[in-house]
């Protein structure tokens, strides 16, 4: 997935393979009653990302992560990010995860990102 404007610059938005799709993206995700607390006490979110350079939100059930992503390799390759959350946000049914580019007055921040999982632990 592509997040921006498709308004680049620099050398680390030079590989990006696809056109923008806005400025969010929004992915719906179905749980049940056994995948949550306190069958499972830790949730995170983890992706690739490549061209992030602003700190992004990152939204599940309403519920901004602390985390933001805000880093990916200089060189314009894909790093992995990780985002730990509080599982009491997921719900058992259907969820929503969200992320939301970082615009600034004239800008939004492109980006790319694949593989974006929500991953459940005891």
């Not at 069958?39 to 061209?51: C, I, S, Y």
């Not at 929503?96 to 991953?119: G, H, K, Y």
């Amino acid at each position: 997935h592509h997040l921006g404007d498709n308004r680049f610059d620099g050398t680390i938005n030079s590989q990006f393979q696809k056109q923008s799709e806005g400025a969010e993206f929004s992915i719906q995700f179905e749980l049940s009653e056994a995948q949550l607390p306190p069958h499972f006490n830790r949730a995170q979110v983890r992706l690739m990302a490549k061209g992030v350079q602003r700190n992004h939100r990152i939204v599940i059930n309403d519920n901004t992560l602390s985390r933001r992503l805000n880093q990916a390799p200089e060189d314009g390759s894909f790093g992995e990010f990780r985002a730990t959350f509080d599982p009491t946000v997921l719900r058992a049914g259907r969820n929503t995860l969200q992320i939301i580019a970082a615009p600034s007055s004239d800008d939004i921040d492109d980006f790319e990102f694949v593989n974006v999982q929500v991953r459940l632990a005891p």
